[in-house]
């Protein structure tokens, strides 16, 4: 069994930034990714990083301004998050893959950019 705790959410203003965390406990998972879901839209995702190697991939709405990594020893995945927009509002979810799917989550932690 995986489980995903995220923290780091929070109200920040345009420009601004802030760091997620997702912590994990449990067996080894092959990759993680963070995905956002904003008040009436789908799900999407937002940026994955493989734990061995570390190769990351991101939404082209969120390149050159989001940065995923881990941390192996701690077993935390992050999400550094410039730039702020109030589009990047939205519930952001930690997400761990087996099997080449996504199934475990986290309970998701609120971001909101607003001035």
């Known amino acids: 069994q995986v489980q995903l705790v995220e923290s780091g959410g929070g109200l920040v203003q345009p420009g601004g930034s802030l760091r997620l965390s997702c912590a994990a406990s449990?067996?080894?998972?092959?990759?993680y990714a963070w995905f956002r879901r904003a008040p009436g839209k789908e799900r999407e995702f937002v940026a994955a990083?493989?734990?061995?190697?570390?190769?990351?991939n991101y939404a082209a709405s969120v390149k050159g301004r989001f940065t995923i990594s881990r941390d192996n020893a701690k077993n935390t995945v992050f999400l550094q998050m410039n730039s702020l927009k109030p589009e990047d509002t939205a519930v952001y979810y930690c997400a761990g893959e087996s099997a080449n799917t996504y199934t475990y989550w986290g309970q998701g932690t609120q971001v909101t950019v607003s001035s």
């Open positions: 449990g067996r080894t998972i092959t990759s």
């Open positions: 990083i493989r734990w061995s190697g570390g190769s990351t």
